[in-house]
């Protein structure tokens, strides 16, 4: 078969699952051939195995059927950064990239050194920070698969940054004084949401923090004198806003910030 052809059947197969059916063919065949995209497009005459047509066509009804674009390529993109992902870590998500603005922000406000990143998946947030701001940057995480998909991508962008297992602040707790800012994209989806069948393969322990989605907030600052000082911004669901106010006012200052659709997505408290 042509490269021509095979393109025009899988965008077919994959019109029903994705508006952008004749991107992600694209993307799948770059994945299958090993070309560039613009490699493809000018090989688009040549004849391609047997195998390989059988392998892109299968991708691509594995993406109709709700399976995550990025776990088959093996790419995302943040912040302008090209990632490493695969099926076992988050997916990071655009909204997530105003989360490193608000910190580059207050790392310039605050003359802050030292960051830590809680929760860090594919480490995209973390290595958004180190490459633009001069911190020392440390990044935690309970999954370890996530941790070695972190670790991949601070060496592609050759930035140092602390890799931790652990929940919560327990990775942190020897050097826990030096720590002037803590960044988050927790879990916060609640256990009894429907979620998308792509967001449906992504880890749940990514995803879900109990039946409001704020347990894992209420567990972060379950001990609030270890975080005296400090600056924490983290990103939340939009309608958990009077859910955290009630949770976190008393412990400091307490504001909230938009994402690029207009809806109310991250808080900073800043800690008595
Ligand atoms: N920061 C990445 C991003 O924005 O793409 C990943 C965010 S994902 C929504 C949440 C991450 O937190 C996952 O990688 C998950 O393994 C991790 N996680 C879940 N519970 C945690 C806990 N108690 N302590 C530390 N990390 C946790
Ligand atoms: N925004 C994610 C979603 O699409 C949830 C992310 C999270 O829990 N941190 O469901």
Known sequence: MKLRDLYTKIKDILKEAS???????????????????????????????????????????????????????????????ELYVCEGVFIPRMETEVLVDLSLQV?????IELVADVGTGTGCIAIAIALNSQC??????????????????????????????????????????????????????????????????????????????LDFYRNFFSVPSLLRGKTIIMEMSPEQESGLRELLQSLGTLSFFKDQFNRTRFFKLEME
Not at 160 to 186: A, M, W
């Open 107 to 111: 790392i310039e406000e605050k003359n």
């Open 136 to 213: 020392e940057v440390f990044a935690t995480d309970i999954s370890e698969k996530a941790l070695r998909v972190a670790k991949k991508n601070a060496e592609k962008y050759q930035v140092q940054i602390g890799l931790l297992k652990g929940p919560y602040l327990e990775p942190l707790l020897h050097f826990l004084d030096r720590v002037q800012l803590i960044v988050s994209n927790p879990p916060y989806v609640s256990t009894l949401a429907q979620l998308p069948p792509d967001v449906q393969k992504e880890p749940s322990e990514a995803l879900f923090a109990g039946e409001d989605g």
């Open 19 to 81: 508006e952008s059916s004749g991107s992600e063919a694209l993307s799948i065949l770059s994945k299958v051939t090993g070309r560039s995209r613009e490699g493809l497009l000018m090989d688009f005459e040549e004849e391609v195995s047997e195998a390989q047509s059988q392998l892109a066509i299968s991708l691509a009804r594995k993406r109709a059927s709700g399976y995550p674009l990025q776990y088959i390529t093996e790419k995302c993109y943040f912040y302008g950064l």
